[in-house]
Structures are given as structure tokens and as C-alpha cells.
Nanobody
């Protein structure tokens, strides 16, 4: 079965950096668009970043543009999220997701994603 396993979350001070990883198994990784989303209690899941199956196109949520970078390694079946200049408002559970649509446009709506990881907590202290 498909599994997405995130790692790399933790506690960091404001201004610091973290790198999240998501290892996929049970699917042909290079056929899937991949996304990172985040969620805080009482709020809807929001897009952080997404990357096309080929790696040729990326998109970012407005609040993280210029600070976060998404990348992927189709040999290692892994998608990464490099997070720099972290702010307390970045505190959330971060989820990795896979979209099998082979779409031209990288989807940003969580409802378009087919598989999800269990999430990893990121906490940024002020």
C-alpha cells in the first residue's frame, strides 16, 4: 500500500531553519505531483508548497514565498521542504501529500491529493 512518511520536524527558534523529508513507498513516485501542507487547530489545511512530478514546476503559498524551498529526488522517492527564516506563525503540523493526476498545473487544493502522510510537528518559538 502507499505510504508517505514525514520526518524532520521539531522545535526551533524564530529565524532558524529546518528541513522536512517525506519518503514515499508503494507508488511510482516520479508519476506523482507532491505537496506540503500545514494545519493548525481550528483551521483548514493550507498549501505550503508543491512540485510537479517532473520537478520542473513549483508553487508556494504566499506566506512562505522566498523562505521555503521544495525539491524532490525521484531516485530516492523523497520530497523535501527546506524552511528558512522561520516565524512563530509557521508553527503547525506539516503533511506531505501525493497527487496522481499527472496534471499540467501543480494542484494547491488539498482535496486534489490522493495520499497523505501522518504529519510532523513544527514548532517555532519566539
Amino acid at each position: 500500500q502507499v505510504q508517505l512518511v514525514e520526518s524532520g520536524g521539531g522545535l526551533v527558534q524564530a529565524g532558524g531553519s529546518l528541513r522536512l523529508s517525506c519518503v514515499a513507498s508503494g507508488l511510482t513516485f516520479s508519476n506523482y505531483n507532491m505537496g506540503w501542507f500545514r494545519q493548525t487547530p481550528g483551521k483548514e489545511r493550507e498549501i505550503v508548497a508543491a512540485i510537479k512530478w517532473s520537478g520542473s514546476t513549483t508553487t508556494y503559498g504566499d506566506s512562505v514565498k522566498g523562505r521555503f524551498t521544495i525539491s524532490r529526488d525521484n531516485v530516492k522517492n523523497t520530497v523535501y521542504l527546506r524552511m528558512n527564516s522561520l516565524k512563530p506563525e509557521d508553527t503547525a503540523v506539516y503533511y506531505c501529500a501525493a497527487d496522481r493526476s499527472f496534471s499540467v498545473v501543480v494542484p494547491t487544493n488539498p482535496r486534489e491529493y490522493d495520499y497523505w502522510g501522518q504529519g510532523t510537528q513544527v514548532t517555532v518559538s519566539s
